[in-house]
């Protein structure tokens, strides 16, 4: 894990940063949000950027502490990685997609690989659990997917907003 220790504590500070970044483009866009359908869209497109950016400070603290025991540490990935899925479905994600005719790019982007991150924790979790050595990769890949997702929905989120005019 110690080989490790520089991707996860960059990772996690990015993703702080981003989150913060996150606030500020929201209280950007508060008249938008605030309409009927900004509501639904923030709780379909905004809000899960921000919970991607906490996945990752969150796994990246849990990878960054010191001499963990890997059954427990599996067992709390799995929790993560349950919880991001229950997530995903409850944000209403794909019902939003669906709803607004969305393009393909944003089905890719805002449904499929965040349920293909937060699975790859839960692949993760089952190979720190036996002792599997690609089991820190997988979390390393799910994470960076993570904060990419989180950045290219966020800029996507920030461009459609200034085309609308700010509204």
Known sequence: MLKWHEFYAFAGGAAATLMGLMFVVMSLGQR???????????RALFTPIVVFFATVIVVAMLMLIPDPVPRLLGVLLGAIAAAGIIYMVVSGA?????????????????????????????????????GAPFGLDVVAAALLLLLLIGIRNAWDLVVYNIQRGGE
């Not at 938008?32 to 923030?42: F, H, I, K, R, V």
């Not at 965040?114 to 790859?120: D, L, T």
């Open 32 to 42: 938008t949000l605030a309409t009927e359908e900004g509501s639904q869209a923030m």
């Open 94 to 130: 794909h019902r939003f997609w669906r709803g607004h005719e969305l393009g393909f790019d944003d089905l890719l982007w805002y449904v499929v690989l965040p349920y293909v991150s937060y699975a790859s924790i839960g692949v993760a979790t089952a190979a720190i659990w036996k």
